[in-house]
């Protein structure tokens, strides 16, 4: 099966550091685009972070740019997102996403990147920035 696992989201006070992490199985992550994406209380999700499949594009948010940094590791199929400087705006739902389209799948606009269509998603791992 096809199948993203975030890890890594908890409470960190501004300023502070974490490390997302998202285990794939079923398929190689090296093959295909991945990315992040969030979703803070009471808004829209949004893209945060991508990486092409040949790594030679990544993108960034205006917002993250500086202070998030996204890889992946292949030896371990998995992708990771190093949040540095992290801001209360910050605080969201954090999704790992990878550029794999199953069958029965219905094209979802909001999952739309500047690395293409990321069609599997894990389950989220939130992140909460606060005093």
């Known amino acids: 099966q096809v199948q993203l696992v975030e890890s890594g989201g908890g409470f960190v006070q501004p300023g502070g550091s974490l490390k997302l992490s998202c285990a794939a199985s079923?398929?190689?992550?090296?093959?295909?685009?991945i990315g992040w994406f969030r979703q803070a209380p009471g808004k829209e999700r949004e893209g945060v972070s991508c990486?092409?499949?040949?790594?030679?594009?990544?993108y960034y948010a205006d917002s993250v740019k500086g202070r998030f940094t996204i890889s992946r590791d292949n030896a371990k199929n998995t992708i990771i997102l190093q949040m540095n400087s992290l801001k209360p705006e910050d605080t969201a739902v954090y999704y790992c996403?990878?550029?794999?389209?199953?069958?029965?799948?219905?094209?979802?606009?909001?999952?739309?990147?500047?690395?293409?269509?990321?069609?599997?998603w894990g389950q989220g791992t939130l992140v909460t920035v606060s005093s």
């Open positions: 990486i092409s499949k040949n790594d030679t594009y990544t």
């Open positions: 996403a990878a550029g794999v389209v199953t069958g029965l799948t219905q094209v979802d606009l909001t999952k739309i990147s500047p690395c293409g269509y990321l069609g599997v």
């Open positions: 079923g398929f190689t992550l090296g093959s295909y685009n």
